[in-house]
């Protein structure tokens, strides 16, 4: 199938796109690493009138460091670059070790952290982990800037809180804390697929090995990204012993998650991977907490 007719510009700046966005608003959608947006063009789920490319825009590709031990990433930045950046597996290791689970070789190649995020899946684990890392979005319009939390950045299936008239343009990561651990996990039908449910952890103990914070980031079970924030208030100055984390697991599993049916699992099924996928990350992520001294 071939997408209905469009008008077509590729600006080589962001003031240039903007410009295009700020004329055209609802009719038009940007074009980043089109892995999502090009599909849903050909099968008419999506019929924009402009397309407006940001991919001759190579200020909006980058990695760098901030002075606070962060990280900030341009929204064009190519998902393999993500995945083969030393600063980024040595400063954001959750995101490293996300980055192989997404999709295939062939679309982290094109695909873009931004177009990721500005997409909204439910499914994505980028999604999930922007959560988790408590990651914050800067927006640009003709009428200025701003920035958005993760938290509130997303809003729904395949909705955030942009407007017609702005671009995502940059995603910056806090640093992390010593004795901080993290873990991604995920079941799917096939390697690549979507999985039926993933969950993204990141915790910190104290001085006395108790669970000073803790994050816990469900994909796949709601119409975004869903915070267990009942499972994770379990946890605050516990010991994390495998009871602590069974308990929490099973309140994620119970309470805060509300998981769909459809062709591919039941509801139940899905809490049931749920529970068993929060636990053993929370293992993990405690783990690594431990051993984390820097």
């Known amino acids: 199938m071939k997408p209905p007719p469009f008008e077509y510009y590729a600006p080589d700046t962001v003031e240039e796109a903007l410009t295009h ?71 954001l290791p959750l995101i490293h070790e996300a980055m192989p689970q997404i999709a295939t070789t062939q679309i982290r190649s094109r695909g873009t952290i931004g177009g990721s995020l500005a997409h909204a899946d439910p499914s994505a684990e980028l999604v999930a982990a922007s959560v988790a890392l408590q990651a914050r979005f800067r927006l640009r319009s003709q009428a200025g800037e701003r920035w958005a939390s993760a938290d509130e950045f997303f809003m729904g299936m395949f909705t955030t809180l942009l407007e017609p008239d702005e671009l995502l343009v940059e995603i910056a990561f806090p640093s992390t804390s010593p004795r901080t651990g993290w873990a991604l996990m995920e079941i799917a039908r096939r390697p690549h697929d979507f999985a039926l449910v993933g969950v993204v952890v990141g915790v910190t103990l104290n001085g006395n090995d108790r669970c000073q914070d803790a994050r816990i980031v469900f994909l796949s079970v709601g119409d975004g990204p869903v915070v267990a924030s009942q499972a994770a208030e379990l946890l605050k100055d516990q010991e994390p012993t495998p009871e602590a984390l069974r308990a929490a697991a099973e309140k994620a599993a119970a309470d805060d998650i509300d998981p769909s049916s459809d062709i591919h699992a039941s509801a139940k099924y899905r809490r049931q991977l749920a529970k068993v996928l929060a636990r053993r990350a929370l293992d993990q992520a405690f783990q690594r907490a431990k051993s984390n001294t820097n």
């Open 21 to 91: 966005l700020a004329e055209h608003g609802y009719d038009a959608k940007a074009l980043a690493g089109g892995q999502s947006l090009i599909p849903m063009m050909n099968f008419r789920l999506a019929q924009p009138e402009v397309l407006i490319d940001l991919n001759k825009i190579a200020s909006l590709s980058y990695i760098r460091p901030d002075d606070n031990g962060g990280l900030r990433l341009g929204a064009m930045t190519r998902h393999a670059q993500v995945e083969h950046n030393q600063l980024v597996k040595e400063r």
